[in-house]
């Protein structure tokens, strides 16, 4: 009958967790019951050798700890006022014993701005209160904080308390670069894992099952990042227009303008909000320039002499700053602006080799294949030696600018209108037929290089 309930317990947690060599018998059949009622979400049930697990048996299996978080999330939306309260602080020990029990498999961050969730969806606790739990899991350890519900919900919780006079502008400036840190380290490791899956696409490839969840995974979040950058976004565009910044920024630039992190703080901010024809930018890049030379003081510079229309001292600079940085996002905004310029110029290809360097520092930066898509297209009258071939072009400027959408889901709405209307001027079925080359390879010897394959009818 041990030997039932041993294998029977193996078999309930053994894809859940780590089972404990030292495991009793008693602790397994305790556990073997836990898990039997764990499993069907029959948290009630669990609920008492779940607490008896704890107390004598606590390294018995990991799944002890998983689906423990599952049931006092349980208990604490059933429960009110004191009672609710109490569970909610044996979560939080829950979590400290697990960091004792199974150090390896915590995540200090994740766990406490789980903390911070529970409180916010259950309405514990003030706003103050909610934020310094999510402060709390973001200063711990952020590099495990990686609810995307969560970081949503921890900067709107700071705004809505700098708006309330209780917390300072700056410190939401610094949550929200932090934050959109998070997600962009975040989206790129997923933009590489999709990529590999569309370059097999794109061969005509099968994937494996392995490779088919790894893309529904990726995609969804992708999707779910995506729409967690655009809210916080939306929620610092009320707080940080040019209006708004500039006063602000010059209110403390005598005090402060020695201090190096305060200068690039208020330079970048500019920067992103597109504040640069500024005065207060120009004094500041220069202040920056004097206090720290560094890849992004020639950034700026770059964007001081474009917008001066010195457009090769703008590259010199530009140029400087993408071998001067070190950080791979910041790389690819370089990388990507020198694209910019030289679309804006006419060269497509050098524009394509700097489009190509930007998202190889920041494969989330889907950006990057509707531009490219758009110069495909371009050129197309200039690609080809018949009619034919030259519309073939709008064949692989589809298919690069339907990538944009894959790689970055907030671009998924524009990606997929513009590749559907590059398809709609490829050749069409008839003229596929007229030409009887369905099913092959075309080509292309201008600069766009590289070939399509003509649609089978």
């Given at each position: 009958?041990?030997?039932?309930l041993?294998?029977?317990?193996?078999?309930?947690?053994?894809?859940?967790?780590l089972?404990?060599?030292?495991?009793?018998?008693e602790?397994?059949?305790?556990?073997?019951?836990?898990?039997?009622?764990?499993?069907?979400?029959?948290?009630?049930?669990?609920?008492?050798?779940?607490?008896?697990?704890?107390?004598?048996?606590?390294?018995?299996?990991?799944?002890?700890?998983?689906?423990?978080?599952?049931?006092?999330?349980?208990?604490?939306?059933?429960?009110?006022?004191?009672?609710?309260?109490?569970?909610?602080?044996?979560?939080?020990?829950?979590?400290?014993?697990?960091k004792?029990?199974?150090?390896?498999?915590?995540?200090?961050?994740?766990?406490?701005?789980?903390?911070?969730?529970?409180?916010?969806?259950?309405?514990?606790?003030?706003?103050?209160?909610?934020?310094e739990?999510?402060?709390?899991a973001?200063?711990?350890?952020?590099?495990?904080?990686?609810?995307?519900?969560?970081?949503?919900?921890?900067?709107?919780?700071?705004?809505?308390?700098?708006?309330?006079?209780?917390?300072?502008?700056?410190?939401?400036?610094?949550?929200?670069?932090?934050?959109?840190?998070?997600?962009?380290?975040?989206?790129n490791?997923?933009?590489?894992?999709?990529?590999?899956?569309?370059?097999?696409?794109?061969?005509?490839?099968?994937?494996?099952?392995?490779?088919?969840?790894?893309?529904?995974?990726?995609?969804?979040?992708?999707?779910?990042?995506?729409?967690?950058?655009?809210?916080?976004?939306?929620?610092?565009?009320?707080?940080?227009?040019?209006?708004?910044?500039?006063?602000?920024?010059?209110?403390?630039?005598?005090?402060?303008?020695?201090?190096?992190?305060?200068?690039?703080?208020?330079?970048?901010?500019?920067?992103?909000?597109?504040?640069?024809?500024s005065?207060?930018?120009?004094?500041?890049?220069?202040?920056?320039?004097?206090?720290?030379?560094?890849?992004?003081?020639?950034?700026?510079?770059?964007?001081?002499?474009?917008?001066?229309?010195?457009?090769?001292?703008?590259?010199?600079?530009?140029?400087?700053?993408?071998?001067?940085?070190?950080?791979?996002?910041e790389?690819?905004?370089?990388?990507?602006?020198?694209?910019?310029?030289?679309?804006?110029?006419?060269?497509?290809?050098?524009?394509?080799?700097?489009?190509?360097?930007?998202?190889?520092?920041?494969?989330?930066m889907?950006?990057?294949?509707?531009?490219?898509?758009?110069?495909?297209?371009?050129?197309?009258?200039?690609?080809?030696?018949?009619?034919?071939?030259?519309?073939?072009?709008?064949?692989?400027?589809?298919?690069?600018?339907?990538k944009?959408?894959?790689?970055?889901?907030?671009?998924?709405d524009?990606?997929?209108?513009?590749a559907?209307?590059?398809?709609?001027?490829?050749?069409?079925r008839?003229?596929?037929?007229?030409?009887?080359?369905?099913?092959?390879?075309?080509?292309?010897?201008c600069?766009?290089?590289?070939?399509?394959?003509?649609?089978?009818?």
């Amino acid at each position: 009958m041990k030997t039932k309930l041993k294998l029977l317990f193996i078999v309930l947690v053994g894809a859940v967790g780590l089972v404990s060599a030292q495991a009793t018998e008693e602790c397994i059949t305790t556990m073997s019951i836990f898990s039997e009622h764990a499993k069907v979400k029959n948290y009630d049930a669990a609920y008492e050798p779940f607490m008896k697990l704890r107390k004598d048996c606590p390294t018995t299996s990991y799944a002890l700890y998983q689906y423990g978080e599952r049931i006092l999330h349980h208990k604490i939306e059933k429960a009110t006022g004191a009672e609710q309260k109490a569970f909610l602080d044996d979560l939080k020990k829950l979590y400290e014993e697990k960091k004792t029990h199974f150090a390896s498999k915590a995540k200090e961050g994740d766990d406490i701005a789980d903390v911070a969730l529970t409180m916010y969806e259950n309405k514990i606790g003030t706003a103050q209160e909610q934020y310094e739990m999510f402060n709390k899991a973001w200063e711990t350890d952020s590099e495990t904080f990686k609810n995307p519900k969560g970081l949503y919900v921890f900067f709107n919780l700071a705004v809505a308390l700098q708006e309330a006079g209780k917390i300072e502008l700056q410190d939401v400036f610094d949550l929200y670069d932090g934050i959109q840190g998070q997600i962009t380290t975040i989206q790129n490791e997923y933009a590489k894992n999709l990529e590999v899956i569309l370059e097999k696409n794109e061969a005509g490839t099968a994937l494996t099952a392995k490779e088919k969840q790894i893309e529904k995974y990726a995609e969804s979040n992708l999707s779910n990042y995506s729409k967690v950058s655009s809210g916080v976004n939306g929620m610092l565009g009320k707080l940080a227009d040019c209006d708004r910044l500039i006063p602000f920024y010059e209110a403390d630039y005598e005090a402060k303008k020695n201090d190096v992190a305060w200068v690039r703080g208020a330079a970048g901010r500019l920067v992103s909000k597109e504040c640069t024809d500024s005065e207060l930018f120009v004094t500041l890049v220069e202040q920056l320039n004097t206090l720290e030379p560094s890849a992004k003081t020639s950034f700026y510079l770059g964007r001081l002499a474009e917008q001066r229309g010195e457009d090769a001292k703008a590259l010199e600079y530009y140029e400087e700053s993408a071998e001067r940085q070190t950080e791979p996002q910041e790389k690819a905004k370089v990388y990507y602006r020198l694209g910019e310029n030289f679309r804006g110029k006419g060269n497509y290809s050098r524009a394509r080799s700097y489009y190509n360097k930007a998202v190889a520092a920041q494969p989330s930066m889907g950006i990057v294949y509707l531009r490219i898509a758009s110069m495909y297209v371009a050129s197309a009258n200039n690609c080809g030696n018949t009619r034919f071939e030259k519309l073939a072009v709008y064949w692989l400027a589809a298919d690069t600018a339907a990538k944009a959408g894959r790689i970055d889901p907030s671009l998924a709405d524009t990606a997929n209108k513009t590749a559907a209307s590059y398809r709609a001027n490829a050749p069409t079925r008839e003229m596929i037929f007229s030409e009887g080359n369905a099913g092959q390879r075309i080509t292309f010897s201008c600069w766009i290089g590289g070939s399509v394959t003509v649609p089978s009818l």
